[in-house]
């Protein structure tokens, strides 16, 4: 029963039934999906809105007048842009970090093998399942001590080796899909391991390893409660805490202004995910998402 | 296997010297936190005062207080509904609908359907939570009451009167892609020839589900289980930044308990005692869920 007719092969749902009865089945699933849509994405509704809207307010509606002076507020305001500029280097930075200490270690657990190497893996991994929320005052303890609390470093290095688990993983896993013949080769030409590593396989690994860090840069971009404890100044303050505080203060809030920040805060993940969709599984088995809450 | 073992000393050097950085990061700010916690919970470690400059130990006195506290309890219960009530029962059922639905070839505007679903899940979380807040808000203009006012129901303070059930539907909303993803995966995992002779063999599609799919992918529902159910247990942003704990601490999470404890109340000791009881939920669950990956890999 390998090959059947082309009217069986299709999906789960054309089975050789009555017509009307197929027809109903069909518009249920249209209409569950637009109910599951509807509901995934109307709550974005009003931040799209407001963003829009020079006299937005808490409240979803279509504004009299659309335009982007809430966009403007944002990047001509002095404290708006420093959340912007605070998020880019605390991400950043910790993305920058990342790819360099997992490339070396990605590349050395993919080719060497030594003893333990296997429960090493597997044991970083596990680290993934400890919940930053669980250990966030022992954290904070030990950054104090080392002087980290209320720097950038300090929050670089926390974000960054937060996802250094899962970043680790994926790289080993594109490492481990470049062939070794392929530096064999270049050994015998004469060139140096660590030289054909970079040469030879980096360029080969590369969309993966840029996968990584789009990953990662998305989880530390996003993170709130590791800058809500390790950080107080408020000129430290990244987008998520300026978001949380301008929430807190509620009467006070420019609702437009604070829409206008959450849509250019979640561009970057929107824009991301389109490009890294196909190792989206690979990330979610790895737990990847929702790991920052 | 690639990788080659390691047989000279000079080799050797240079692989721990590969490995050393990462190792370092992980160890100093992932791995001695948790490691830590258990260190502190038997100190009355506070954030200020004398017992933030010179703790003292006190042994098992911060676990004592906490098995006669009863907020610690209530805590922990309603992080146990919070996972079994949204990850467990809303994402999955919810998630792999979907992922059944948009697993229909025939099936046009996939993309935009998947786009909606995922879109909860990849935005950062306190754009969500912010999201929701004007969702749940709670004069008449707020759009759920608006939606519930078009059958006459008067304007609802949401994140007042049913606290739990608005944390628990937002958090469903934000992982129903979570849940989608991986099923998605798994279905397509199931061989169609079985579906088609299922199918000629008269079997509905409730029967092929029950018989044939389920079957057959019960061991990523059981990954999807057990991961789903770790990462609900750490949810912390979505809650805080919604209600903050309350009303009156009715969506105080064992995390936002932990949080209280020790940044509010500044008793970093006792925060750490509970952080502990946390620790060892989640990391008996992930044993058993690496155990699970590596069978697989």
């Not at chain 1, 197929?22 to 709550?43: D, E, K, M, N, Q």
Request: hydrophobic content about 55%; some cysteine; overall charge positive.
């Amino acid at each position: 029963m390998s090959r059947t007719t082309p009217s069986l092969r299709r999906g789960p749902f054309s089975l050789t039934r009555m017509p009307s009865d197929r027809l109903l089945g069909r518009l249920g699933s249209y209409a569950t999906l637009v109910a599951l849509a509807l509901f995934c994405a109307v709550p974005f509704g009003w931040l799209f809105l407001a963003a829009i809207n020079p006299r937005a307010g808490l409240y979803l509606e279509l504004p009299d007048r659309v335009g982007p002076d809430n966009f403007v507020r944002v990047f001509t305001r002095a404290d708006s842009l420093r959340l912007l500029t605070n998020s880019l280097i605390m991400a950043g930075g910790a993305v920058l970090l990342l790819l360099v200490v997992c490339t070396l270690a990605g590349y050395a657990l993919s080719r060497y093998d030594f003893r333990g190497r296997r429960a090493l893996l597997f044991g970083i991994l596990l680290t993934r399942v400890i919940p930053p929320s669980a250990t966030i005052a022992p954290l904070y303890a030990i950054t104090l001590g080392l002087g980290l609390v209320d720097t950038y470093q300090g929050l670089i290095l926390v974000l960054a080796a937060q996802q250094l688990p899962f970043v680790l993983w994926m790289m080993k896993g594109f490492f481990d899909t470049v062939p070794i013949d392929l530096e064999e080769a270049a050994w015998i030409d004469g060139a140096g391991r660590i030289g054909t590593a970079f040469r030879v396989v980096l360029p080969l690994a590369g969309p993966g390893v840029a996968a990584a860090g789009l990953f990662a840069f998305i989880g530390a971009w996003g993170e709130f409660l590791t800058p809500l404890v390790l950080v107080s100044s408020p000129d430290l303050w990244p987008i998520s805490l300026g978001l949380f505080r301008a929430w807190v203060a509620y009467t006070l809030v420019d609702w437009g202004q604070l829409a206008a920040i959450s849509v250019l805060y979640m561009l970057p993940a929107i824009v991301f995910y389109l490009l890294v969709r196909r190792y989206l599984l690979r990330a979610t088995v790895l737990g990847a998402l929702q790991g920052t809450a | 296997m690639i990788a080659r073992r390691v047989r000279r000393p000079r080799e050797r050097l240079l692989v721990a010297g590969l490995v050393a950085p990462a190792l370092v990061l992980l160890a100093v700010f992932v791995v001695l936190p948790a490691v830590w916690a258990v260190a502190i919970s038997l100190t009355n470690q506070a954030l200020t005062g004398v017992d933030a400059r010179s703790p003292r130990f006190v042994g098992l006195a911060n676990y004592q207080r906490l098995l006669s506290d009863d907020d610690f309890f209530a805590s922990l219960a309603r992080s146990a509904t919070f996972v079994f009530a949204s990850a467990i029962v809303g994402q999955s059922l919810l998630g792999f609908l979907a992922a059944f639905l948009l697993g229909d070839r025939r099936l046009r505007g996939k993309g935009l359907f998947s786009a909606a679903i995922l879109l909860p899940l990849v935005v950062p979380e306190t754009v969500a939570a912010l999201a929701w807040a004007s969702m749940t808000a709670p004069s008449e203009f707020g759009t759920l009451n608006r939606l519930v006012g078009l059958t006459g129901i008067g304007p609802i303070r949401w994140l007042q009167e049913y606290p739990m059930a608005s944390i628990v539907i937002v958090n469903i909303w934000r992982g129903i892609a979570f849940a989608m993803v991986l099923f998605a995966a798994a279905l397509e995992s199931v061989p169609r020839e079985l579906l088609e002779a299922a199918q000629v063999d008269g079997a509905s599609v409730r029967q092929q589900l029950r018989h044939v799919t389920l079957p057959l992918i019960k061991y990523a529902i059981l990954l999807f289980l057990l991961l789903t159910t770790i990462t609900t247990f750490g949810v912390f942003g979505l809650v805080y930044f919604l209600t903050r704990g309350g009303p009156a601490g009715s969506t105080t999470l064992l995390t936002v308990y932990i949080y209280e404890q020790s940044f509010r109340f500044f008793e970093l000791g006792f925060g750490s005692a509970a952080a502990v009881v946390m620790l060892a939920i989640v990391l008996g669950l992930g044993l058993f869920y690496v155990r699970l990956l590596r069978a697989q890999i």
